[in-house]
């Protein structure tokens, strides 16, 4: 009996391994910090954890895409409801979300498979990809390094 190929037409792909624990916080607001996690360019998908200090609002937007949520500690009010630390949270694609705001300090996982759309009353505010979270982890990292 032939032995079945497996190996992977793309001899380049390889697991992404990242140590939280030593990966730096990014100040992205005076209440809000992010961890760049994982990026990728060839599905659009990216991971961060946030930790939001009590107070911090996160401003109405509408998910391009579907997203994944777990809370690590702190709670979370977000639409009719509150989600505690060990809540996880799936967001399909085209929802819309109020404003979501930080009950006290919480930190949680974001896996989002592409982007996410902020807006007001009148305007949109802010899109979010992966390219944004990528730019925002090299620009920490160069500021890092010239620091040092």
């Known amino acids: 009996m032939p032995m079945q190929d497996i190996q992977p037409i793309n001899g380049n792909i390889q697991d992404t391994l990242v140590e939280a624990a030593k990966t730096p916080w ?24 946030y930790r939001w200090l009590k107070g911090y609002v996160a401003p109405q937007h509408k998910h391009l ?30 929802v819309l979300h109020g404003a979501t705001e930080a009950l006290e300090d919480t930190e949680y996982l974001f896996i989002c498979n592409g982007p996410i759309l902020f807006y007001d009353d009148e305007h949109f505010t802010v899109y979010k990809s992966w390219e944004e979270i990528e730019k925002l982890r090299r620009s920490a990292a160069s500021q890092a390094k010239a620091a040092e």
């Open 26 to 49: 990014i100040q992205t607001t005076p209440l809000s910090f992010t961890k760049v996690l994982y990026t990728g360019a060839e599905t659009g998908t990216w991971a961060v954890l």
């Open 65 to 94: 895409s579907a997203s994944h949520t777990f809370i690590l500690k702190g709670k979370l009010k977000v639409r009719d409801g509150v989600l505690n630390a060990g809540d996880y949270v799936y967001e399909p694609n085209g």
